[in-house]
């Protein structure tokens, strides 16, 4: 008997956490409609905007105090955004308050580390944190530069063919002991073997000593956009366990590693760079889900954290500092142009034009995204071709006319695959459906979880639309190699043979100039084909404790622990 | 004697047919663990590399057997997530959070429930009963994450009883440790406290129905005595065996309540192992809860036959 009730009881518990996932999905949807109602709300009643303007104005007059306090806060507000800019001017970084030596950081990253071992192929999270450990003969700069790290200045031979490196003076390994010409070398060829042979590595033939303070590295054929790669850290011949206890020659030592909870980095004070870094130590904290992230971050448990909403970035309160930057990643909607409709490019047009990119990005980013119409990185100026943003435009009509041009009248079914543990993917997926509705193509989710998805869509190629975001190194043809016919990365099985041919000129060109123009006009023929649905390069919200300032972004993964400091409150 | 020994036998079968039903389910999802560790850059000589070190391109039958001679000598094998690190350092550092997490919640549940439970049977259907009632319904329907969300926000942002995220491990100072574990502990303790309450009042009041309760109060017994001396050591019964059941359960709420309160438990790694593939490390995981699972129902058989001698060793 008692037995029935407390099934009864069960079945309803279980009932309401259900409807409490399903209600986690919906509110995105249910937000998203309550703002694009707002939106053209806004547009249409400006009138009676006006009306409640005045009428409000009228009541803060009769509120007395109340108003002028309103007024005072808003000032305030608006200083503080007028010195946010200021800042952002002089070096996209924080700069306040008096430098004070010493101190820690915990920094709170969502995902654990892959490997500490550098030359294992990693993710971008990793290579956030190993950033602080090692170095290479060259390292990145935050405006995307390269400049001599392990090596103290390189040439590169006119043809582009024999890279040439000269070992710093004095540098050490976090052991103390000198880093020797066989160590570089010894790197070179350690991270060349792990790589394996059909890595964009293997165009290295040969790394030869030259003498005691100099390294010839000799390449198959003509590169010049091989430096990046010389970023490989460098590690002591002499280290057996270079996973376990891994020694670098960067900013900071290794202390401990705890899989699932944290590493824990201190100072290395014998540093070639005088001064640097000014922090004692450094923590990064990985904590399960973002939601527990953001509570530890409103507890003080944790000092950074990235990737905040524009909702959390609000309410955070007055403790942190917000600072904006841009994930660097090349966010859109993926699709598979190996069979179906989308094998058709006015059918992919048609969806370009039928995604509204600005709506994603006020709703998802508050606006702050960089809208992009190509597979690049805004941040790469040097190569970012900015025509592109602007090839398409949100036009519901023009996209039901090109569905009925191709074929498809009564638009078509699309099935939208997204890795369900990236919550702005599915979110921004769920917007598309939406949007896609209008022109009459019948969206359904797929979501499913990271693992599946590596191993279905990426490397199986076995779905129709994914949304993802790409990251990238600071090398170009790294991001755009895989729209090329047959690449092992093209998993979405592009092929465009206009494209294969300007590519492959580009990469073998030497001559930067000429170079820069191939590699745009790559990026015009990936926008007006229509190879994917580019979105944007979001916006990355990091909180940062007001005790803390120096917090850099890079255009490329890279947590530079180093560039913070602690300042005076 | 003849009875542990046949549970025995029972508690390793069930591991036997667990530990291969867990392994051939994970083999037939995908995911391979080999790309969820190098990530979607890595080359197809480094994943092949990976995975012949790790033996996955190895048929089922030789996996199996070769993780079976390994669990039998109590050797769990290294994880496939973390380079050079074994299984069994991994449960080892976590194995202490989650049992000190489940004793607390399961303290509670006795200190709170079973006297709530009596007083709400004693006084039912008055106002002290009606609030329990309608409060143990809410609760029941409460899903544990959310609770925990709730918690962490009032006791740890409200009022500052304790920080989220500064959990200290057990090993380095068990006050501290307790302390925090204190409020996941209620966030997996409530909705059972709920659900235990509401079994023992429905379990009191039809034992006051039965005819020996009737006897009891003709012999001029009070309300009270009857009720403490004669009731309760019935009604109790079946609520032990229910507990049981809870404190199973208990393992599988502190999974999802470990990850809202950040505690290093062996719920949060069960978690991010099945996320990157990490199957010795589910495994042993898995292992050990079914083991916990039948140990309980085991012991609930022993205890029923202390309070209840009319059964017998079947």
Known sequence: ?569 | MKFVIKKLITLIITLLLISFLSFTAFSVIPGDAALSRLGKDATEEQLEALRDKLGLDDPLPERYGNWLSGAVRGDFGESYRYEGITVSSLLADRLPVTVLLAVTSLIMILIISIPLGILSARFSGKWIDTVTNQLTQIIMAVPPFFLGMILTYVFGLVLHFFQPGKFVLPTENLRESVRYLLYPALAVALPKIAMVIKFLRNSVISEMKQDYVRTAFSKGNTDNAVLYVHVLKNALIPVITFLAMVAAEILAGSIVVEQVFSVPGLGRLLISSITSRDYPVVQAIVLYVTAVVVIMNFVVDILYQVLDPRVKTV
Request: glycine share 8%; with cysteine; hydrophobic share 35%.
């Open chain 1, 1 to 569: 008997m008692f037995f029935k009730k407390y099934l009864k009881s069960f079945k309803i518990s279980c009932f309401f956490s259900q409807i409490c996932y399903n209600v986690k999905d919906n509110l995105i949807m249910r937000e998203y409609y309550e703002f694009e109602r707002k939106q053209t709300m806004k547009k249409k009643h400006l009138l009676s905007g006006v009306m409640a303007l005045l009428l409000s104005v009228a009541l803060c007059a009769c509120g007395g105090d109340k108003g002028t306090e309103v007024t005072s806060a808003e000032e305030t507000k608006s200083e503080a955004a007028a010195e946010e800019s200021s800042g952002e001017e002089s070096s996209n970084t924080l700069s306040a308050g008096t430098p004070v030596p010493g101190g820690s950081v915990i920094f709170g990253m969502t995902q654990d580390l892959a490997s500490l071992d550098p030359h294992v192929e990693t993710d971008a999270g990793t290579r956030d944190v190993v950033f602080n450990l090692y170095e290479g003969l060259v390292k990145p700069t935050s405006t995307g530069d390269l400049v001599p790290a392990v090596a103290s200045d390189y040439e590169v031979s006119d043809d582009a063919k024999v890279y040439t490196f000269t070992l710093r003076d004095g540098i050490t390994f976090h052991d103390g002991t000198p880093v020797t010409i066989e160590d570089v070398k010894y790197s070179i060829d350690r991270y060349a073997e792990i790589q394996g042979e059909s890595s964009a590595f293997s165009i290295v033939a040969d790394a030869s000593i030259k003498d005691e303070k100099t390294i010839e590295v000799t390449l198959n054929e003509s590169y010049s956009e091989f430096l990046p790669m010389m970023t490989l850290a460098i590690i002591p011949e002499s280290n057996e366990d270079p996973v376990g206890s891994p020694i670098g020659t960067g900013p900071f030592k290794f202390v401990s590693y705890t899989p699932g909870q944290n590493i824990v980095l201190e100072k290395y004070d014998g540093y070639w760079q005088e001064g640097v870094p000014s922090l004692d130590k450094v923590e990064f904290k990985f904590i399960a889900d973002v939601d527990t992230a953001y509570m530890e971050l409103q507890a003080g448990s944790i000092d950074i954290l990235k990737y905040l909403t524009t909702a959390q970035a609000e309410t955070i309160g007055e403790d942190y500092n917000i600072v904006e930057g841009s994930m660097n990643l090349v966010h859109g909607m993926y699709l598979n142009s190996g069979e179906g409709p989308l094998s058709e490019t006015k059918v992919r047009q048609a969806l370009c034009y039928g995604v509204d990119r600005d709506a994603i990005n006020n709703f998802l980013f508050g606006g702050k995204s960089h809208i992009i119409g190509t597979h690049m990185i805004p941040n790469m100026s040097k190569y970012y071709e900015e025509k592109a943003e602007t090839v398409y435009s949100y036009d519901p009509e023009k996209a039901k006319a090109l569905l009925e041009e191709a074929g498809y009248p009564d638009g078509f079914d699309l099935v939208i695959t997204v890795p369900s543990s990236y919550s702005q993917h599915v979110d921004t997926a769920q917007i598309i459906a939406d949007q896609l509705s209008q022109i009459g193509v019948r969206t359904t989710l797929n979501q499913v979880d990271w693992s599946t998805w590596l191993e279905d869509v990426y490397k199986g190629g076995n779905f129709q639309a994914t949304v993802i975001g790409f990251d990238g190194t600071m090398v170009p043809s790294d991001l755009i190699k895989k729209y090329t016919t047959g690449d092992s990365k093209n998993f979405m099985h592009y092929s465009n043979e206009e494209y294969d041919k300007v590519f492959a000129e580009a990469f073998a060109t030497i001559d930067d100039a000429k170079k820069v123009e191939l590699y745009k006009q790559c990026q015009m023929i990936l926008a007006e084909d229509a190879a994917a649905v580019f979105i944007e390069d979001p916006a990355n919200l990091v909180a940062v404790r007001k005790n803390l300032a120096g917090y850099t972004f890079y255009p490329t993964a890279a947590e530079d622990m180093a560039a913070l400091y602690q300042v005076a409150e």
